[in-house]
T-cell receptor, first 115, second 115 residues
């Protein structure tokens, strides 16, 4: 089954404790992205990657890091989480050759709470 | 700057009736895609419908159709014969074709379906 998986689905942590949210897709998509969703703000792009070892900042990259060492994986790293990073996070992937092309396929979301 | 505006934070519709959700976008690009995504209470992001900017014909998917007005930069979603399962948050999204894979989302419209 074609899918994007994220782990963990729920996470409660404390300020300053480094964490990683994993994202993996099995569709051989070139493009992967991370978004955060906050009430009244919609989805905002944090980082995106156009292929292995190619990443770029989205609209709200501060406080986040990403890496793309393998095509299928795109982890989101919070080196020192703060309460304003409490949010719902989505990973997504897409490809110009997917059907339909350039359509984002989303993971199930990760609910992060930083105390 | 690319922006997507959904001016209706909340909408409601009687079951079996028709409702239209509005979306406008701001861009200087000529080639792009537009999307409507549905987010039910499960939080999963589900693609509803997709429109290529170069196509004049409005996209249709069963009970869902769009009214795409390129000159006006308007992309509204019409839901016919509304069903209880249509209750969800709906997001309009835009991607320019020549800037990688950076998606822009609106802030969402929460749709309630009244039995």
């Amino acid at each position: 089954e074609a899918q994007v998986t994220q782990n963990p689905r729920y996470l409660i942590t404390v300020t300053g404790k480094k964490l990683t949210v994993t994202c993996s897709q099995n569709m051989n998509h070139e493009y992967m992205s991370w978004y955060r969703q906050d009430p009244g703000l919609g989805l905002r792009q944090i980082y995106y990657s156009m292929n292995v070892e190619v990443t770029d900042k989205g609209d709200v990259p501060e406080g986040y890091k990403v890496s793309r060492k393998e095509k299928r994986n795109f982890p989101l790293i919070l080196e020192s989480p703060s309460p304003n990073q409490t949010s719902l996070y989505f990973c997504a992937s897409s490809s110009p050759t997917s059907v339909p092309p350039d359509t984002q396929y989303f993971g199930p979301g990760t609910r992060l709470t930083v105390l | 700057a690319q922006t997507v505006t959904q001016s209706q934070p909340e909408m409601s519709v009687q079951e079996a009736e028709t409702v239209t959700l509005s979306c406008t976008y701001d861009t200087s690009e000529s080639d792009y895609y537009l999307f409507w995504y549905k987010q039910p209470p499960s939080r999963q992001m589900i693609l509803v419908i997709r429109q290529e900017a170069y196509k004049q014909q409005n996209a249709t998917e069963n009970r869902f159709s769009v009214n795409f007005q390129k000159a006006a930069k308007s992309f509204s979603l019409k839901i016919s014969d509304s069903q209880l399962g249509d209750a969800a948050m709906y997001f309009c999204a835009y991607i320019p074709l020549d800037t990688g894979n950076q998606f822009y989302f609106g802030t969402g419209t929460s749709l309630t379906v009244i039995p």
